[in-house]
């Protein structure tokens, strides 16, 4: 059943569990290790817009970082079945992610929101792109005429998303935020204080050095990589994308309460 007004930490616990946003989560457990094995092969793809060296060449220092963050099982040698993502570490990350968030609308600074996965993610970073302007910060607006080889880097309900032949594309890639932040600096025109965002856009505006704050799911390992060493501040643990986009509407709630924005 849904929640109507704001969850408390045991309503929202309850509800990440019953709509597996976290808990028994649908991404099973091979997909995650075959993941985890890519980044430490050093495919591209799996690095979000970020760098990381020679550091995590070793797929098991990448699952003690995920075990640790997220909360996936921590035993190598298990290999196949469910995986999991533990509900208390999302609350704890929505916690220090409504701190960063209560500095911004204190400050009354300049945020960015994006996303590479619209299909569960958009109208989180709209509510919270919402509720920052009402307290007064800037949402920026990306310049025009941005685009990347995946497509055009477009700007729906105050978030950056990439698109394609009149679709919204999911996309892991850093290169849609390396565009816009070379056409603001290109205009002229100042980077923002604050980007919020998931994949390869939070990825690389953390690489940038630009404080940045996101979300992951338990088989994208680069961000939660990327929050041990300091490069991004905060990374919820969650399913990106479950049934119905309307599930993390809770969760929503419960962050912009915590931040003073509701």
Known sequence: MPISGTPSRAQ????????????????????NLSHYRQLANGVRNFWFGLELGDRWTDEQDVLAVMAER????DDP???????TIDPELTVDALD???????????????????????GGLLDVHRATAAALRAAGCEIMVIPD?????EGYVMQFADVAVLEHGATLWHTHS????RAILTGLERAGRPLPDLVVADHGWAG????????????????????????????????????????SPRHYDPMTAYLLAEAGLS
């Open 174 to 177: 850093g290169e849609p935020m």
């Open 70 to 73: 997220v909360g996936v099982n």
């Open 145 to 149: 005429g941005l685009q990347t080889d």
């Open 204 to 243: 690389y505006a953390g690489q940038h050095g630009l404080d940045s704050v996101g979300y992951a799911d338990c088989n994208d390992p680069a961000l939660f990589l990327a929050e041990s060493e300091g490069t991004v501040e905060v990374v919820v643990p969650l399913d990106d994308h479950v049934v």
């Open 12 to 31: 929202l616990l309850d509800h990440l569990v019953r709509t597996r946003i976290a808990g028994d989560v649908a991404t099973p457990r091979e997909n």
């Open 96 to 118: 220090r992610m409504a701190a960063r968030l209560r500095k911004a609308a204190g400050g009354q600074q300049r945020v960015l929101f994006a996303t590479g996965h619209p």
């Open 77 to 83: 040698e298990y290999r196949y079945g469910q995986d």
